[in-house]
């Protein structure tokens, strides 16, 4: 379930106007009860991993029950724009089997991740983003002036800053071969980028996202490295900084 509020959609007051309220849940109970769907929770360079679930050969992991729920503030005036969101996964009674279908270990309590995210931008040309209420999705302004070597114009330009921080339960990632995760249970990310958007149909992007974790065995890095023995061994760091460029073109 997922409810959008815009209290203030036809204010004439500018700084409420652009006002909006959000949440969502989701309940229910595990048909086939696997943490085979579960996803991974990808750090904000989508390059590497907070966690991963399980990992271990010849284990399997049962999940009972699962809920998603969070809630979110966004508030748009002329050309800035501010976001705040937080959204938290919980899980219930998790089983360790091992090839057999032996239990290894269980944990019958609930246990979370949390993501809080909070980012700021503003169009140094003077556009302003627009929220579909329909679709409850942002869409990108139009430039004022499309960019054109010819008219001298230069399309419009965005700047934009993120952070956000995770947390997830530690009694998940203990226990050694019988944990349910492994990686971060506790990191932030701090992102800064740019916008730089032709037309309506073509933009360019760069964000340079550094990723830092303070607990638990840190980031796991999905490409694995290789040993000297031509083994294949799993990568962990405590912190990253990657840059990501971006070109998006709409037909």
């Known amino acids: 379930m997922r409810l959008l509020l815009a209290p203030f959609k036809d204010s004439e007051h500018p700084y ?12 229910g109970l595990q048909s086939i009860k696997t943490v085979r769907d579960e996803g991974n929770n ?12 399980g990992g271990q050969t010849g284990k399997y992991y049962g999940l009972d029950k699962r809920k998603h729920y969070g809630g979110e503030l966004h508030h748009i005036c002329g050309p800035a724009t501010f976001s705040y969101e937080f959204n938290r996964v919980e899980w ?4 360790v089997y091992n090839a057999s279908g032996v239990v290894q270990r269980t944990f019958p309590e ?19 983003k627009q929220m579909e209420d329909v679709f409850f999705a942002w869409r990108q302004p139009k430039p004022k002036k499309n ?3 010819k008219e001298g114009t230069w399309g419009a330009w965005e700047l934009l800053a993120r952070y956000a921080f995770h947390t997830t339960s530690n009694e998940l990632f203990a226990g050694s071969t019988n944990a349910i995760l492994q990686g971060s249970s506790q990191g932030y ?9 032709w037309n309506p149909k073509a933009r360019l ?4 996202t550094h990723c830092k974790s303070t607990e638990a065995n840190g980031v796991y890095n999905i490409s694995t490295t290789v040993a000297q023995n031509g083994t294949t061994a799993t990568r962990y760091t405590d912190k990253e900084t990657v840059a ?4 998006i073109l709409t037909p």
């Open 92 to 95: 219930e009674d998790l089983t």
């Open 244 to 247: 990501l460029f971006r070109i």
């Open 16 to 27: 409420l106007k652009g006002l909006y309220l959000a949440g969502s849940y989701q309940d």
């Open 189 to 197: 990310s701090i992102t800064g980028g740019v916008r730089w958007i």
């Open 42 to 53: 990808r750090t904000e360079n989508y390059e590497s991993q907070w966690y991963k679930w």
């Open 110 to 128: 609930r246990y979370h991740s949390d993501v809080h995210q909070v980012w700021i931008s503003y169009f140094l040309t003077g556009e302003q």
């Open 147 to 149: 960019f054109s070597l």
């Open 205 to 208: 992007m760069l964000d340079i």
